[in-house]
């Protein structure tokens, strides 16, 4: 006996998964490349600093801009829940997991630029230290931001690994994408495990190299979600009664 039919929930759920992938993306694509990439200054802390205190309100925006792609995630993980709870409740709760973990991520990167800021601002408190340790402790909380995302890189790539797996015994997408969904997601996770062991690693593979085919899975999916829907398709009875327990 076979189920071959997608409820209500789910549908509403797809729609929301999608257009949180696309949300997400658009929400990084813009902190990065409009505020992170214009002002933060490799190996140059003194002009960082000047960036940030010319422009405090884009770096308050990009904390901002953090704390919305949190609560992106949130609601992604649980539409994805909705959506493969079906399939395979475990592993849909497993998933959701890896993906709230790699939120809390956000929460520290958000933090750590707020710390960033303050330690540049006019606190009574900041003059006991000279200025250029205060500009060289401001870069140092904005280097553990992107420190804080590569730790959160291999539970990202391990919810899309479980997710991928799930979407492929469903059907409820093309069967290639969510192979290629797979095959991205843990090209990340050893991407991420070995630059976390082996930092040198990032000059044998760049670091923009580590989760772009993820990225690129993660915009087709939204856009698929979002403008195709779900597929419908056939899950064993046994399984999915055994799920429920």
């Known amino acids: ?52 205190i010319a422009n405090q309100t884009l770096f308050r925006i990009n904390i901002a801009s953090n704390l919305i792609y949190l609560a992106t995630v949130i609601v992604m993980f649980t539409s994805l829940y909705v959506i493969l709870k079906p399939v395979n409740k475990n592993l849909s709760l497993v998933a959701a997991f890896f993906r709230f973990m790699y939120a809390l991520m956000w929460v ?22 000279e200025t250029n340790q205060l500009q060289t402790l401001s870069r140092l909380h904005l280097s553990s931001s992107w420190e804080a995302y590569y730790v959160g890189l291999p539970f990202w790539g391990l919810a899309s690994v479980v ?18 969904g797979i095959f991205s997601s843990l090209w990340c996770v050893i991407c991420a495990f070995i630059f976390i062991i082996f930092p040198n690693f990032e000059k044998m593979v760049n670091l923009w190299f580590f989760d772009m085919p993820l990225v690129i899975f993660e915009t087709t999916l939204g856009f698929w979600l979002l403008l195709k829907g779900l ?4 899950i064993t009875q046994p399984d999915a009664a055994n799920q429920e327990k």
């Open 1 to 52: 006996m076979t189920i071959n039919s997608i409820d209500h929930s789910q549908r509403k759920a797809s729609k929301v998964a999608g257009f949180t992938f696309l949300l997400s993306i658009a929400i990084v694509v813009f902190s990065n490349f409009s505020i992170n990439f214009r002002f933060i200054v490799p190996d140059e802390a003194a002009e960082t600093a000047r960036n940030i």
């Open 231 to 234: 597929r419908i398709s056939e």
């Open 108 to 129: 520290i990167m958000a933090l750590n630029t707020f710390a960033a800021l303050r330690l540049l601002g006019d606190a009574s408190y900041l003059p006991v230290f």
């Open 163 to 180: 997710c991928s797996y799930l979407w492929l015994r469903s059907r409820y997408i093309p069967r290639a994408m969510a192979v290629f």
